[in-house]
C-alpha cells in the first residue's frame, strides 16, 4: 500500500508540473483546473485501468482525490516558498525591517522601564559608556555629536548618514493604532530578566510615491528619552546602509551605531576601525577622498593611523583636493605618510590639466608629487609640449618635476629650436628641473665649443646642469685633450661613431 501511495505521489507531481508549465488559464482557477488534471491524468496511467480498461472501487478512487488535494499542497508550499527566496536573494525587503526596544512592565502591565536594544548590548556584552551629551541637548545637537565622532574616521559615511538623519521625520510616521509585528532580524543573545523585545520602528523600502520610509509606535517613541530617540535615529541610518548591503540581521548595524553614540569612537585608531567594519561587514571606507574596497582585505599600514596601500572600488571616482582634478579609479592606490594620494591606477583614460598642457593619459599607474602635481604617467594620445628652446610631440612614457617641469619623456618626434638652426630630435629626452637639457637623442649633428674647438656630436648626447657637453657621439674624426685616472694629461684621435665622455673642465676621461 505504501508503494502503491508513493508511485501515486510521483505521477501527481510530473502531472502537476506538467499542467503548471502549459495552462494559460488566470491565477484563480488553477488550483480546480489542476485538482482535475491531476485526477484524470493519474487514473488512466494507473496499473488498473491499463490491465482493467474500466473504473476501479471506490476505495481507489478515494487514495487518489488525497493524492491530488496532498500534492497540491506541497506543490504551493514549495513555490511561495522558492518565490520568497528570490525575493530576499534580489535584495528586496518588502515587508521591512526594524529597530527595537527593550520593554519591561510591572504586574499590572504598565512598562517601567525601556531601553534600546542597542545601547542595553553595548552597555553589558561590550563595556562601553553611551554618551550623546547632557540631557537637555535636543534630539539634533545629540545626533551632531555622533556623527562628529565618525568624521574623524569616515567623513563620507558621517556626511550621509547625517542626510538621512535630517529627512527622517519627513520620511517617518508616527502611529498608536498599529501594533508593529515584530521582524526577526534582531539576532540578539540576552535581554534584562523579565523583559522582552519590542518592534518600535519598521523601515521599508520605498516602492511607491508618497510612501513612508519609517513607521513608528509613536506609543512607545513619547516614553525614550532624547539619547534613545537620537540613539534610534542612528541605528535606522546605519541599518539603512546595512540593507543595501544586503545584511540579512541588524546585528552589525547596531554595534556601529552603538559605537557611535559612545565615546569609545573618539579613541579607535584608522587601522582598528578598517578592522571593525571588515568584521561587520561594511565593504568601504573613504580614505583621502578614495573609496577603499574593505572586502579585499589587503591593507597596508605604515602605523595604526595612517594608511599606505589598499585596494580601491573598482570605478569609484576620487577627486583631489590639490589639483582639483576627478579620476576614475581600479586596482590598488598608495598614500604618504601624511595620507596624501601618491599613485593610483586609471580605471580609463583621462584628461589631465597641468599648466597650460592638457594630457590624455592612459589606464595605467598615475605617481603624484605631495603637491599634487603629476609626477608619472603614460600618455594614451600624443601631445605636443612647447617650452624653452624646445618643441615636443610626446607620447608614451613621461615624468614631472615637483615644479611642473618636464623631467623625461618619450617623444614621437622633436626639435630643439637654436638661434638660425633647428635641430630634429628622436625616441627619448630629459631635463633638468630648470629646463636646460640633460639628455637629448640628436638625429641631426650640432657643433660645440669644447677645449677651444669644434666638436660634432650627434645621436645620444648628455649634457652638465652648466649647459656644457658631458657625453656625445662624434659626427667627425677629432683630436682631443683627455685626462686618466692617473690626472696625466694627453692627447688623442678620436674617430666618427666613438662615444666620447667630458668631464666639466671639457677633458675626455680615458
Not at 594608511?307 to 571616482?317: D, F, M, R, W
Not at 623631467?407 to 630643439?416: D, M, N
Not at 645620444?460 to 656644457?468: D, L, V
Not at 657637453?469 to 696625466?488: M, R
Amino acid at each position: 500500500m505504501k508503494l502503491k501511495f508513493l508511485n501515486i505521489f510521483l505521477l501527481a507531481i510530473r502531472f502537476l508540473n506538467k499542467s503548471s508549465a502549459t495552462s494559460s488559464k488566470p491565477s484563480s482557477d488553477l488550483s480546480s483546473e489542476r485538482k482535475k488534471r491531476c485526477f484524470y491524468n493519474l487514473f488512466f496511467s494507473s496499473n488498473w485501468y491499463k490491465k482493467n480498461n474500466n473504473f476501479p472501487n471506490k476505495n481507489y478512487l478515494a487514495l487518489i482525490k488525497l493524492t491530488c488535494h496532498l500534492t497540491l499542497l506541497v506543490f504551493f508550499i514549495c513555490i511561495t516558498n522558492l518565490t520568497i527566496s528570490s525575493q530576499a536573494q534580489a535584495g528586496v525587503r518588502i515587508v521591512g525591517n526594524g529597530g527595537d526596544v527593550i520593554v519591561c512592565k510591572d504586574s499590572s502591565d504598565k512598562i517601567v522601564r525601556i531601553e534600546l536594544l542597542d545601547h542595553f548590548e553595548a552597555i553589558n556584552y561590550r563595556n562601553q559608556i553611551i554618551d550623546l551629551g547632557p540631557e537637555e541637548l535636543n534630539i539634533q545637537d545629540k545626533l551632531e555629536i555622533a556623527f562628529q565622532r565618525l568624521k574623524r574616521l569616515s567623513p563620507d559615511r558621517a556626511k550621509l548618514y547625517h542626510e538621512w538623519a535630517d529627512s527622517f521625520f519627513a520620511e517617518a510616521q508616527f502611529r498608536e493604532d498599529l501594533d508593529l509585528i515584530d521582524i526577526p532580524d534582531s539576532d540578539h543573545s540576552i535581554l534584562p530578566k523579565g523583559c522582552n523585545v519590542q518592534q518600535i520602528v519598521n523601515q521599508a523600502t520605498i516602492l511607491l510615491p508618497g510612501q513612508k520610509r519609517y513607521t513608528i509606535d509613536n506609543s512607545l517613541w513619547s516614553l525614550l528619552s532624547n539619547t534613545q530617540k537620537a540613539g534610534l535615529i542612528l541605528h535606522e541610518v546605519v541599518y539603512r546602509e546595512a540593507l543595501q548591503l544586503k545584511h540579512t540581521h541588524s546585528v552589525n548595524a547596531r554595534i556601529l551605531a552603538s559605537l557611535m553614540a559612545s565615546p569609545s569612537l573618539e579613541t579607535i585608531t584608522l587601522k582598528e576601525f578598517v578592522e571593525l567594519l571588515v568584521v561587520l561587514e561594511f565593504n568601504h571606507l573613504s580614505i583621502q577622498g578614495v573609496q577603499i574596497d574593505l572586502n579585499k582585505q589587503d591593507f597596508d599600514f605604515y602605523d595604526s593611523t595612517h594608511l599606505h596601500s589598499a585596494t580601491v572600488i573598482e570605478g569609484s571616482v576620487y577627486r583631489d583636493s590639490r589639483s582639483h582634478q576627478s579620476f576614475p579609479l581600479r586596482d590598488r592606490v598608495e598614500f604618504d605618510e601624511q595620507g596624501n594620494v601618491t599613485a593610483f591606477f586609471l580605471a580609463n583614460s583621462h584628461p589631465w590639466q597641468q599648466k597650460n598642457l592638457i594630457l590624455i593619459l592612459a589606464p595605467q599607474i598615475v605617481k603624484l608629487h605631495n603637491n599634487g602635481l603629476l609626477a608619472l604617467a603614460v600618455l594614451e594620445e600624443p601631445s605636443e609640449y612647447i617650452f624653452g628652446e624646445f618643441q615636443l610631440l610626446l607620447n608614451g612614457h613621461l615624468e614631472f618635476y615637483d615644479n611642473a617641469n618636464l623631467k623625461r619623456a618619450k617623444i614621437e618626434s622633436g626639435l630643439w629650436l637654436k638661434p638660425h638652426l633647428s635641430l630634429r630630435l628622436r625616441q627619448n629626452v630629459s631635463f633638468y628641473k630648470n629646463e636646460m637639457p640633460q639628455f637629448l637623442d640628436l638625429v641631426d649633428p650640432l657643433s660645440f665649443s669644447v677645449q677651444n674647438k669644434t666638436v660634432h656630436g650627434k645621436n645620444w648626447t648628455k649634457f652638465y646642469s652648466s649647459g656644457s657637453l658631458q657625453q656625445t657621439v662624434l659626427a667627425k674624426d677629432t683630436i682631443l685633450k683627455t685626462i686618466n685616472q692617473n690626472s696625466h694629461l694627453n692627447s688623442k684621435m678620436y674617430l666618427e661613431g666613438q662615444s666620447v665622455y667630458f668631464n666639466e673642465q671639457g677633458l675626455v676621461v680615458e
